[in-house]
């Protein structure tokens, strides 16, 4: 009996088996940081079905992971050639848009990704970030209030659609949407960073303060430490001010800002250097004792304290 010649064999499927095996050895490199293996598993199982929109994708995820953003985006394009309403695929072809700059193709990613799924969270975020990017703070804006639609209690939706509305100078619409984010988030980083500034830019010194006393807990920064001594400079509080420059100083020495605000704490401890201790008391102070009656946040401790 003739067996069959290579063009015959051609026309079989390839082996389930070979396939499977490829797919999951591929996986298993790229999840162990062996991307140049990942990659040879998946070319191997796109030899075998070309047409195969898992392996264009696991393809594209270890090409993206490698640097190579122009051969990921090919691959994800050719993820969705055969899987056009992948979730996956939509969102790994906009990462890789965006890592190239290529904001505007994105955000058109990310419309043709919600026409299939209109009630997909991630997309709405990063389109409104890619917005915010170009500058479209409202119809950023437009966004967060879809996620806030679907999932009000959504920190990092409520944060940004804060640093919208400053971009379009309304501090009073955005303080309560940082005021929301740290509600559902109290360790968000960023809306306290973004609350800080809009207490700073109001001369409320106590309450930057204090916010910027819990930001630095989590994160230290040579800006919010200079923050923090202008708001000491602000309380007339020349000593912590002045700790507060030289931390600064210490983690950016090229920040000139701290230097001159040392200069003034320095001047300002030559004439007054109160120390009032209260912004972080909250009821460990009895009423009548020094600085009680005049804390400027006296009113948010009584809400925050028996």
Known sequence: MIG??????????????????????????????RLDEALRHFNEALRLK????????????????????????Q???QALRFGRESEEAWMGLASALRSLGRTKEEIEAYDELLKVHPRLVEAWIN??????????????????DRVLALRPEHAAAWNNKGAALLRLGDE?????????????????????????????KRGRHGETVLWADRA??????????????????????ATAALQAFERAIALDPGLEEARAGMKKAKDLRQRVDLYR??????GTFEAGDPGCDECEIRVRCREVTP
């Open 4 to 33: 069959p010649t290579e063009d015959v064999k051609e026309r079989f499927l390839p082996s389930v088996d070979l396939l499977e095996a490829a797919m999951r050895a591929g996986k298993l490199a790229l999840a162990g940081g």
């Open 75 to 77: 691959s994800f394009a």
């Open 172 to 200: 009073e619409a955005a303080l309560p949407c940082f005021d929301e984010a740290l509600h559902f988030d109290p360790d968000f980083y960023d809306a306290m960073v973004n609350r800080i500034t809009i207490l700073q």
């Open 50 to 73: 070309p047409g195969y929109d898992a392996a264009w994708l696991a393809r594209g995820a270890a090409q993206r992971r490698m640097g190579d953003l122009e051969g990921a985006l």
């Open 216 to 237: 630095l807990r989590l994160r230290e920064s040579a800006l919010l430490w200079y923050v923090r001594g202008l708001a000491h400079l602000g309380l007339l509080e």
């Open 277 to 282: 201790g209260v912004y972080e008391c909250f």
């Open 127 to 144: 389109k409104g970030a890619a917005l915010h990017e170009r500058r479209d703070y409202r119809g950023a804006i437009s966004c967060y």
